[in-house]
């Protein structure tokens, strides 16, 4: 195996981690905080961190450890000596938690700005968005931990 290798199962592995980490605390301390909030409160605040969330810091590991990916499971299918399928497979499940938050979350992040801001379409809006988007989002987590473990233990 190549450093190039290497670095890249590394970077990818890091990628899955590091989101991982974010989708977790957003399910372990985030969403339980926006529960006590009113649901107008709730949807400003998630509609503030969906802006927040797209610039440069986290763009760069949720992309990055994607394009790390993409590479990773090319130079595994192109070797003459892969690696196995445990680097694949964490690679590929890295890939999944990106075409979730693609297919899943944001779909319902972009809904959740167009909510009708009466009160009562708030509260509706909120109510289908936190359910939705939970479960989505433990999905993400749950296939990111699986990918970072799997790119790890493919190195050894």
Do not use: C, H, K
């Amino acid at each position: 195996m190549s450093a190039v290798e290497i670095a890249l199962t590394i970077t990818a592995a890091l990628g899955a981690g590091l989101t991982a980490g974010v989708y977790l605390a957003f399910s372990f301390l985030v969403l339980p905080a926006f529960l006590t909030l009113p649901d107008a409160a709730a949807v400003a605040a998630m509609q503030r961190i969906n802006v927040s969330a797209v610039r440069a810091p986290f763009m760069t590991v949720f992309f990055g450890g994607a394009a790390a990916s993409v590479v990773v499971i090319v130079l595994q299918l192109t070797s003459e000596a892969p690696a196995g399928p445990t680097r694949i497979l964490g690679a590929v499940l890295a890939l999944a938690a990106v075409v979730i938050t693609v297919v899943r979350n944001v779909p319902l992040n972009n809904a959740l700005v167009r909510a009708d801001a009466s009160s009562s379409g708030l509260t509706v809006a909120w109510q289908s968005f936190d359910r939705s988007w939970s479960r989505a989002n433990y999905a993400r987590a749950a296939v990111s931990v699986g990918a970072a473990v799997a790119l790890i233990f493919s190195l050894t």
